[in-house]
């Protein structure tokens, strides 16, 4: 039988920021849901790219040379590999990320 | 500067169903959205599993011997590689999709 991944169930199952829990696996990658609540350390991904879809809330991903984007519920964006990047959510938030199962953080 | 994809914005600009439009890269992946509507004929991938997002409406994924799924907003599900699979909307839904970006359906 084919399960039914209902994201809203799996967000109420996470209790505590920057713990992503995979949730669904496709191919190679999987998709990991995360509470985002407060920054994140600035790190890259040698050799993956990394997609940040916001289900709930409003997140920051600062970039380096102060650039920064904003991304909402009902937004993503596509770090590519090699590039530094910080999330941040003042407020908690909800993201969904579809990374390389084998995708490590290395970080700075 | 890293681009940001509006789903809403997005759907806006699809017309007719089945036809989908990759709206990001992230690896050897796309994410692509489709209007469903209707009922798209059974088919499945070989080498590929396939993963629907359901981001507005409600869909239900036939599969063989009388077994099938119901997708509301907010849920997913992954129809493993091999696996026969025939999508259908009553309403119009509209559903992301994540799948190798070499991705071809075989017919039946």
Same sequence: chains 1, 2.
Avoid: C
């Avoid at 199952?13 to 999987?30: L, T």
């Amino acid at each position: 039988m084919i399960p039914i991944i209902t994201v809203e169930d799996e967000m109420k199952r996470i209790k505590k920021p920057w713990s992503p829990k995979v949730i669904a696996r496709v191919n190679d990658q999987v998709i990991r849901l995360a509470m985002f609540k407060g920054t994140y350390p600035m790190h890259k991904h040698d050799n993956e790219d990394e997609l940040f879809q916001v289900i709930q809330g409003k997140i920051t991903i600062q970039l380096e040379s102060n650039q920064k984007i904003e991304l909402q519920q009902g937004e993503m964006a596509v770090i590519p590999k090699g590039m530094k990047h910080s999330p941040n959510s003042d407020l908690t938030s909800y993201v969904l990320m579809f990374e390389p199962a084998t995708l490590t953080s290395t970080g700075d």
